[in-house]
């Protein structure tokens, strides 16, 4: 209709609807296959909760563009007349009806003769669908909650893949691949969107879950693969705090590769990496067996670490691969870490033996290896130390056995000068932490010199035994620090004291913790992932958690430590991503008596801190459970990315799961999971990764094949 004024033609509202209806469908058709419109006969109300219908033909519905109107959680998106910007939709429901039998046209069929109707369901499908996001495709901003009206008779579209990207939020940007874009029924577009988590979010912490076999291992290990596939100078440095060797065998191929779509597109250009450096912790009872194999002048630290070295990988790798070691060459780097490299069949690997040295830690580093210790045990710790250190003018605390001897003999009422009872009182809890061979006890105790102290065990116990006196500590606050370093040292790899170069040149020498520096250096040259293997030692006659915890409590620690001396010397490096499995091992929920909820307590506060450290010196930390609510709450607020896997609703009650994501994850198949992130626009979506792109011994593989 128009109308004429003042001679010009101005155009009625019919027209200009019409106009609009017209570009509308012209874009439509350029972003995706047009399958349907916004109902003419529903309510459309854009709000928080907010749905609209729309409707699809039959000969739509029943075609291959019909797809997305066929399963629940499907991405459609609506071009909106008026401004022209998409909105993005998600799929909640599907209205599917007989109208022909239901106007009474068809007799309602037999039970006696079943003889369908086809034309019965020649009917309209109703969709209804809940608004997401709106953008302006022709411009550059990103996608926003969808705020704008919708307006019946809109085009609704199957959008393409590259738009549907956009608007969710699936930036092209590096980062380790978890998969490709999917429902909760299946893939997405045949499996064509990969999604990636960016490397800075890796910085902003993760917390993985889901019940055992969901996929949560096979995930963390496509990941660290893709990540070492796409090696560039943002690529960082992994590190993999591994309960069950899981994570040796990473440069392993697997035994059979997957073709399903994910692998095939989403996962093309990974492999396995092709080095590997394990860190592992070596118990004081291993290096007594290594001291059988020697003559005792023979006995120094780097035949020690050789034949560690040797032991690893003949009882860990040979199994995996089938080859003896070969090419073991063992270098000490500035009387600190000992390294030993050897050749395996998928390329280097690197074995780097761990222990604490805690007399070059101060007390408040010792004390968060004991988690519980009381505020009165912990300063009567730091008052021992820091006098001994005071009156010996050195730049090193007293080992722990030295303490433990001051302890034994002030419980037992000896007195500084008395050394003969000195003697009798310390000799069993200071000698058997000590490794020698074919030495007496009182030269061990009395005639050798402790290296770096140029005395005695005996006079440096004395030394913290008068400080003892001194101090005139309460019965109970001695006992129980003398409990915890008991415990500490019943650990087996805290202040391993070895005896060397007896009888000619005889010292005793302590075991040096290895320098991240060197570590994430020998990583770096070989593009190469670390494992700290915690399950080596078990298997060694470790029983309990507590060096496991302790390991990975120091090596975190030290790991910041590290990272915080480049960042004051502005010399940043690569970042690091560690993966703690089974974090709730490590990082329990406050329960038990009040010594263990202040243990708990105290690991939080050095998480916590590591956490936010980490997060600006550019250590960020993947945590992985399948129990989250035996987790600590801490590691749930620190995460700012949950990936969830399938799992019962009340494992998730504290994870601020969407209801409709909560409803489905009990019946989401292996490695389909939500990803919830703040990076995606639309506040989660779902994944699907493959089969073990490395090798994986589980068992399940093996005898069903999935």
């Not at 002048?297 to 990988?313: C, G, N, P, Q």
């Not at 001051?406 to 000590?434: H, K, M, W």
Request: charged fraction near 25%.
């Amino acid at each position: 209709m128009e109308r004429v004024a003042t001679g010009v033609k101005e155009r009625g509202p019919l027209d200009v609807v019409s106009k609009l209806l017209e570009q509308a469908y012209a874009k439509a058709s350029r972003y995706g296959d047009i399958i349907g419109r916004i109902s003419r006969y529903s309510k459309i109300e854009v709000s928080e909760e907010g749905l609209v219908e729309f409707e699809v033909e039959p000969e739509v519905y029943y075609s291959g563009k019909g797809k997305v109107a066929q399963r629940i959680g499907e991405y459609v998106a609506v071009v909106e007349p008026k401004s022209g910007k998409i909105v993005l939709l998600r799929v909640v429901a599907i209205e599917r009806r007989d109208e022909l039998a239901l106007i009474g046209v068809e007799p309602p069929l037999s039970s006696y003769e079943f003889k369908p109707e086809p034309s019965g369901l020649l009917t309209t499908t109703r969709v209804r669908a809940k608004v997401l996001l709106e953008l302006d495709p022709e411009s550059d901003s990103e996608p926003v909650p969808a705020t704008i009206g919708l307006e019946p008779q809109s085009p609704v579209i199957d959008p393409k893949p590259e738009l549907l990207s956009r608007l969710l939020g699936l930036r092209d940007e590096r980062g380790p691949i978890i998969g490709s874009l999917a429902t909760p029924s299946g893939l997405v577009k045949d499996g064509v969107l990969t999604v990636r988590l960016p490397y800075r979010v890796l910085l902003q912490h993760i917390l993985i879950t889901g019940t055992t076999g969901s996929g949560k291992t096979t995930l963390i290990k496509n990941m660290i693969a893709s990540m070492y596939s796409d090696w560039s100078q943002n690529t960082p440095i992994v590190v993999a705090v591994d309960m069950n060797q899981d994570f040796i065998q990473l440069p392993l191929e697997p035994e059979k590769r997957a073709l399903d779509p994910v692998a095939v597109i989403a996962y093309r250009d990974v492999k396995p990496p092709r080095a590997l450096v394990v860190v592992t912790p070596v118990p004081l009872r291993v290096i007594e067996s290594v001291y059988e194999g020697f003559s005792v002048d023979r006995i120094s630290v780097l035949e020690v670490t050789r034949h560690f070295a040797k032991m690893y990988y003949e009882e860990s790798i040979e199994p995996l691969v089938g080859v003896k070691l070969r090419d073991l060459t063992c270098i000490a780097r500035d009387g600190r870490s000992v390294i030993c490299r050897a050749q395996a069949p998928w390329g280097p690997i690197v074995m780097v033996p761990y222990a604490i040295n805690t007399t070059l830690l101060d007390s408040d580093k010792v004390s968060s290896l004991m988690p519980g210790l009381t505020d009165a045990s912990r300063a009567l710790l730091e008052r021992i130390r820091k006098e001994f250190r005071r009156r010996a003018k050195l730049n090193i605390y007293p080992p722990l056995q030295v303490l433990l001897g001051a302890l034994q003999a002030y419980n037992d009422g000896v007195r500084s000068g008395d050394r003969d009872e000195l003697f009798e009182s310390t000799r069993e809890i200071v000698i058997p932490r000590v490794v020698a061979k074919g030495v007496s006890d009182e030269s061990i105790m009395r005639i050798v010199k402790l290296e770096g102290f140029n005395k005695s065990l005996e006079d440096l116990v004395e030394e913290c035994l008068e400080v003892l006196e001194l101090s005139n500590p309460h019965r109970e606050t001695y006992r129980s620090l003398y409990r915890r370093l008991l415990s500490l040292m019943d650990a087996e790899i805290v202040d391993i004291a070895l005896m060397i170069g007896w009888p000619t040149s005889s010292r005793v020498t302590l075991m040096q913790e290895p320098r991240w520096e060197d570590i994430v250096s020998e990583a770096e040259a070989l593009r190469a992932p670390i494992v700290l293997d915690l399950k080596w030692p078990m298997d060694k006659g470790l029983e309990g958690l507590e060096g496991p915890r302790m390991a990975a409590y120091r090596m975190l620690q030290a790991l910041i430590e590290w990272k915080h001396t480049q960042w004051s010397k502005r010399a940043l490096g690569r970042s690091i991503v560690v993966v703690i499995d089974e974090a709730h091992q490590f990082f329990p929920q406050e329960r038990g008596a009040k010594e263990e909820q202040e243990a708990s307590r105290q690991v939080a506060s050095m998480i916590s801190r590591i956490a936010r450290i980490g997060r600006a010196r550019g250590v960020g930390l993947i945590f992985s459970t399948h129990s989250p609510k035996d987790l600590h709450d801490i590691i749930v607020q620190l995460a700012n990315t949950k990936i969830i896997l399938r799992t019962e609703p009340q494992h998730t009650e504290r994870l601020d799961v969407p209801r409709e994501v909560k409803e489905v994850l009990p019946r989401l198949p292996d490695r389909l999971m939500a990803v919830l992130s703040h990076i995606y626009r639309g506040g989660y979506v779902f994944v699907q990764t493959t089969t073990p792109l490395t090798a994986h011994y589980d068992i399940s593989y093996q005898l069903f094949g999935y």
